[in-house]
């Protein structure tokens, strides 16, 4: 009986020690976990920074590029105005002359 009391004494004691050890292996789990998280929420963050420059760059060269297409348009309706006039004038000088 004593040898059977000894036994399950050192089999508890083994058990105690294998729950201490996973819960340590837990602690430790769980902190590489959190570490990770940490890392991804810093690397999503610089993601999410890098992509906002990038739109602010391109939302400028986008509205760079319109005011350019704007001004290359007021200056053709400009030079086409121009020559209406001039052709008006012309044919008015026609009409007069016949």
């Known amino acids: 009986m004593r ?11 083994l058990a105690l020690g294998a729950a201490a050890c996973s819960e340590a292996e837990q602690e430790n789990a769980e902190a590489e976990t959190e570490a990770a998280a ?11 920074s890098t992509l906002a420059e990038e739109a ?5 060269a986008i ?4 005011k350019e297409a704007a001004q290359e348009v007021d200056e053709a309706t400009d030079r086409l105005a121009e020559d209406a006039r001039d052709q008006e004038a012309e ?4 009409t007069r002359g016949n």
């Not at 040898?3 to 004691?13: C, D, E, H, M, P």
């Not at 890392?39 to 999410?48: I, K, L, P, S, V």
């Open 3 to 13: 040898i059977r009391t000894l036994s399950l004494a050192a089999v508890a004691v």
């Open 38 to 48: 940490a890392e991804t929420g810093e690397a999503a963050e610089d993601a999410g």
């Open 56 to 60: 602010g760059q391109l939302g400028a």
């Open 63 to 66: 509205e760079a590029g319109a």
């Open 91 to 94: 044919t008015e000088a026609d």
